[in-house]
């Protein structure tokens, strides 16, 4: 990823990216170095809107990635960090898997017992238990390449989309 891409696109919105201060308390989701690079470097003190959801800052990042706390808490277990939220309560969740970012319905995660989500391929609403295989069905697949959506996202051309997903 080209963090310093990133970062100039963050400024043209008036925003200072200046990362986590804190990376040991993230190093569980930093094992992908996109991922790595956008806590480390991208993250701002107080956040941004763009296309239509909002960018967590420094206090609302690690808000919404606490425990218990929904969906950011329970994705954060099986390897995602959740660095958007929209109107609707829903998030962009990076992968430190696989570097890809992903949406996340936060009704899809809100019990503890089991995930609900529609199948994307027959529209069929499915009920499973938690796991990391059935966390990836239930997650919408956004974007390969870190850089390229918050590149897009900061330039308003996602939000037709997310509006869609929200």
Known sequence: MNAERVRE?????????IGITDSESWSDVMSHPDVRDYLASCVTEEGFDASGVGILGMSRLAEENAEGVVPGGQLRKYGYVVVAISVGGNAVALSSSDGRVYW????SFSDDVE??????????WRYSRWSAANVQKALVHLSDSIE???????????E?????LD
């Open 115 to 124: 995930i609900s989500y529609e199948d994307h391929e027959t529209g069929e």
């Open 160 to 164: 037709e989309r997310l509006n869609e």
């Open 148 to 158: 390229e959506f918050f590149i897009n996202l900061i330039a308003g051309r996602l």
């Open 9 to 17: 696109a963050i400024r043209s919105l008036g925003s200072v990216p």
């Open 104 to 107: 996340a319905d936060h009704s």
